[in-house]
């Protein structure tokens, strides 16, 4: 079976209200903030099974998401040691047998900021997030990225450059999304940081996601 590696994301400390949000969403075993957190996509889908299996066999770390879809596949593991966080995804990368430049580099599809919300529109917001809420007047920031699972990346950073909420994020599927509310200046603050982190990430040029 080919495999390709989509996401390849280290993330030395999870903030505490990426953490919050994943140990509320997840059906894994719950981060504590601070942890250290390894996401990996790949594709086919169905492959991800092998990867959790070897990523537990390789470490002391254990899993908050795995999600295996028919194109792609996503898993989470995290500890408090760095360390073995490590040294589980490279042992995942030597048997896929490829290196973590060979990961696909991801694009900024859109990103946008609303400005003073209107109280409508936080409302429908608020009714399909399971995160913080957005009040009326904030600022929105959307952010969407592939391959999506390097969305937890912009989220993590965002959220140490800016006081902001994180109202709800989807690390899966064709495209990863975020949503962060905030004052005006705090959501500038946290997409510079959002989008100079996704951007800062080496790896091959993937196809065009145009018409995904």
Sequence with gaps: ??????????????????ASFIGKT?????????????????????AINKVTDVALKAAKVVPAVQVVERAYGLLEVHAE?????????????????????ERMKPQVVSDQVIRS???YHSQII?????????????????????????????ANEAEKAAEVSLVSITPYGAFGRLYLSGSEAEIDSA??????????????????????
């Design 81 to 101: 040691d760095k360390g073995q966080v490590l040294d589980a995804g490279l042992q995942v990368l030597e048997t896929l047998g490829c290196k973590r430049e």
């Design 1 to 18: 079976m080919s495999i390709t590696l989509r996401t390849f994301c280290f993330l030395d400390s999870l903030q505490p209200q990426l």
């Design 126 to 154: 608020n009714r399909n997030s399971q995160g913080m809420m957005i009040l009326p007047g904030q600022s929105l920031f959307i952010l969407e990225v592939a391959p999506a699972a390097y969305i937890t990346l912009a």
């Design 26 to 46: 997840s059906r894994g075993f719950l981060p504590l903030p601070e942890m250290a957190s390894l996401w990996i996509e790949i594709a086919p889908g169905i």
């Design 191 to 212: 997409r510079k940081a959002a989008i100079a982190a996704i951007e800062s990430v080496e790896g091959v040029a993937p196809p065009s996601f145009k018409d995904k």
């Design 117 to 119: 919300v209107e109280p």
